[in-house]
């Protein structure tokens, strides 16, 4: 049976397929699939928890980015926030797709370049970078290195022997609206430097002979839903001076719930370039930097059903839980998940779906509805495709678990899951002195 989109009564299925990855489909009896794949053939191919993103509509999004804001400000350039999804098969797809890639760290630097990026495409974020992570990017070749602070240019005068092109990091003094902790452009932020200082510090890279800087970079937060906030970001670092790049950052937040309307990434891109115009010079570099807006939709994490108790409420525990969903506990963002191998029965319960750690604070969703559940259905956590694995910790010796991508029926595995083997690794020094 050709599959389909239904939205039958007694379920909330028809809201949900723009949360869903845009090639998502239900099967005619009601088994979701994603990129023709499946979710059931999934979860016996690759095990649970597992988490998989639709290629297909991870290109067409970072297209979107490229091409809507090549269109409206021809001499610009897209960045892919890294920490989003730093995995290597994220990596070169994003690479393939024609995005440069900021990095926030030396292992997503190795990431990177494991994946076969161009280092000059590379550009390096971080407000407490090492000497060492600072040396292993300048030995790479790697573009561009965006600077925090006062502190990392005293490394840097240490540490160059050859040109570096640099940007700023300025704080903008944008409040924006989203969960404190993902906020970054508010006169508090630890992030970048207040606009007095950033003059100093321009002068300061400008008198250099191997600091090429370039330009200045802002980053408001992240989950933003108001593009307002975005175009007032860019009015604000106009403020900094004349420069040939200005880097307006990312955080165009996503449709996590029922609830949610996220801005169109058109609506974003317009809202920004027409600040661009009224504030920044013509002839200028406009960069930004999308990533939750990249990947979010276009994951879903499947987990199998392990207990079901009705104590008052309704308890559909999973094999999985706050190790692979840190992001609920930090941000306290709500997320939706449905029943994927029984998609078009009346979903008759509001249920608790709770994790498999030993906290009561491991509450995946709040009021699911989904039909009555039992042992060994699959579940599907929509919209994980951001942070979840970035996040993915050994909470109760918990595995990190695999990605596959899956695109016109296909499905690849791009990172294993984690084994025992691989957990015990880092305990060498200690198991050497076990008496066997």
Request: hydrophobic fraction near 40%.
């Amino acid at each position: 049976m050709t599959p389909t989109r239904p939205a039958p009564n007694g379920t909330r299925l028809g809201e949900l397929w723009r949360i869903l990855p845009e090639e998502a489909t239900a099967s005619g009896d009601g088994v979701l699939e994603i990129g023709g794949v499946a979710v059931t053939e999934l979860a016996e191919r690759f095990g649970t928890p597992l988490h998989v993103y639709d290629e297909v509509g991870l290109r067409r999004q970072i297209r979107r980015f490229i091409d809507g804001l090549g269109e409206r400000w021809p001499d610009s350039e897209v960045l892919f926030a890294s920490k989003s999804l730093p995995a290597v098969g994220m990596y070169r797809l994003a690479h393939e797709e024609g995005l440069s890639i900021d990095i926030a760290g030396g292992g997503e630097l190795q990431l990177a370049l494991a994946a076969g990026v161009d280092p000059a495409r590379l550009y390096f974020h971080g407000n407490a970078k090492t000497d060492a992570e600072l040396q292993m990017a300048v030995d790479a070749g790697i573009g561009t290195i965006i600077v925090d602070n006062d502190d990392e240019l005293d490394r840097l005068e240490r540490i160059l022997v050859r040109p570096q092109r640099l940007l700023l990091r300025v704080i903008p003094g944008v409040e924006a609206k989203t969960h404190v902790s993902q906020a970054t452009g508010g006169s508090g932020s630890k992030f970048g430097l207040p606009m007095d200082q950033a003059e100093r510090a321009i002068a300061r890279m400008q008198a250099h002979p191997l600091m090429e800087f370039v330009g200045v970079h802002l980053h408001i937060g992240s989950q933003i839903l108001d593009t307002a906030q975005f175009a007032e970001a860019v009015g604000k670092i106009s403020t900094v001076g004349t420069f040939s790049t200005y880097d307006v950052g990312g955080g165009l937040g996503v449709s996590y719930t029922y609830d949610e309307q996220a801005p169109s990434v058109e609506s974003y891109l317009d809202a920004i370039v027409a600040a661009a115009r009224e504030h920044l010079p013509a002839g200028s570099r406009l960069m930004i930097e999308p990533g939750r807006s990249i990947v979010a939709r276009a994951g879903v994490t499947l987990y199998r059903v392990t207990s079901v108790k009705r104590t008052g409420r309704t308890f559909v525990a999973v094999d999985g839980g706050l190790a692979d969903q840190m992001d609920i506990a930090l941000t306290q963002q709500r997320y939706e998940a449905l029943l994927a191998d029984r998609l078009l029965e009346p979903w008759s319960e509001s249920v608790q779906l709770v994790g498999r750690q030993c906290e009561s604070g491991d509450l995946l969703v709040d009021g699911a509805p989904m039909p009555p559940a039992h042992v060994g259905d699959l579940v599907a956590m929509t919209a994980t495709g951001a942070y979840a694995y970035t996040m993915s910790n050994n909470y109760n010796g918990a595995l990190k678990p695999a990605i596959v991508f899956v695109s016109d029926g296909e499905a690849r595995l791009v990172t294993r899951r984690e084994t025992y083997a691989d957990l015990l690794a880092t305990h060498a020094p200690a198991r050497a002195g076990v008496l066997v």
